[in-house]
């Protein structure tokens, strides 16, 4: 499908929101498939006709791979993940050309996220359901007031309650809640969400912990 389709609908989306919020979803970002300047200038322009902009690499699993492989296609990575894969040099290019267009005069960038909750709930004035805000490296792109909503909003839940929800979903082991995150063990991504928006608190698999390089 052509995505000029896609683009033209965000700006007319856009030019008309009274009663609704736009998000840029911009992803993925593949190495060299659509991370070039151009990409990122065409990406820069679009932000601009959105409440919210969020960034983020690609879902490379194994289907997508065979679909790599039988097409004679040069595949972006060595391997699977079980996570989006967002290059680190991808990043950076995209995060200087957004702190490249914060000049004084205004901006010629709109709001950047690299989580979809973070977007969604900025574009809605809220602060983000998945309390990204424990997982403190991610925030540092994102508005002033939306760091400050956020932090209002977050805040370590009751290890008893937490405990006694995960375990009703089949959590076994022990529950801990540190600094980041709730961690269970043996609870699939489904329920892990479900203790997660309703914590608004982070919660990770204690075996398969998210990390960010």
Same mark, same amino acid.
């Given at each position: 499908?052509?995505?000029?389709? &896609?683009?033209?609908?965000?700006?007319?989306?856009h030019e008309h929101a009274e009663h609704y +919020?736009?998000?840029?979803?911009?992803?993925?970002?593949?190495?060299?498939?659509n991370d070039s300047d151009d990409h990122i200038?065409?990406?820069?322009?679009?932000?601009?006709? *959105?409440?919210?902009?969020?960034?983020?690499?690609?879902?490379?699993?194994?289907?997508?791979?065979?679909?790599?492989?039988?097409?004679?296609?040069?595949?972006?990575?060595?391997?699977?993940?079980?996570?989006?894969?967002?290059?680190?040099?991808?990043?950076?290019?995209?995060?200087?050309?957004?702190?490249? !267009?914060?000049?004084?005069?205004?901006?010629?960038?709109?709001?950047?996220?690299?989580?979809?909750?973070?977007?969604? *709930?900025? &574009?809605?004035?809220?602060? #983000?359901?998945?309390?990204? =805000?424990?997982?403190?490296?991610?925030?540092?792109?994102?508005?002033?007031?939306?760091?400050?909503?956020?932090?209002? &909003?977050?805040?370590?839940?009751?290890?008893?309650?937490?405990?006694?929800?995960?375990?009703?979903? !089949? &959590?076994?082991?022990?529950?801990?809640?540190? #600094? +980041?995150?709730?961690?269970?063990?043996?609870? #699939?991504?489904?329920?892990?969400?479900?203790?997660?928006?309703?914590?608004? =608190?982070?919660?990770h698999d204690r075996i398969r912990r998210h990390?960010?390089?």
């Open positions: 499908m052509n995505s000029a389709y &896609a683009a033209d609908s965000l700006r007319m989306l +919020r736009t998000v840029l979803y911009w992803r993925p970002i593949v190495p060299g498939l200038e065409q990406a820069r322009e679009l932000s601009l006709h *959105a409440h919210a902009t969020v960034f983020t690499g690609l879902f490379f699993r194994k289907e997508i791979k065979a679909y790599y492989a039988a097409n004679g296609l040069p595949e972006p990575y060595e391997d699977t993940a079980r996570r989006k894969i967002m290059p680190e040099l991808a990043e950076q290019r995209i995060l200087q050309a957004f702190e490249a !267009g914060q000049t004084p005069g205004g901006q010629s960038w709109g709001t950047l996220f690299r989580k979809t909750s973070c977007g969604v *709930a900025y &574009a809605h004035g809220e602060a #983000d359901y998945n309390g990204h =805000y424990g997982v403190r490296e991610l925030c540092d792109i994102c508005p002033p007031e939306q760091i400050a909503r956020c932090a209002q &909003a977050w805040g370590k839940p009751d290890l008893a309650e937490v405990t006694r929800e995960a375990r009703a979903l !089949g &959590a076994t082991g022990p529950v801990e809640i540190n #600094d +980041r995150a709730i961690v269970v063990e043996q609870l #699939d991504e489904p329920p892990r969400y479900y203790l997660q928006h309703g914590f608004g =608190y982070q919660c990390l960010i390089w």
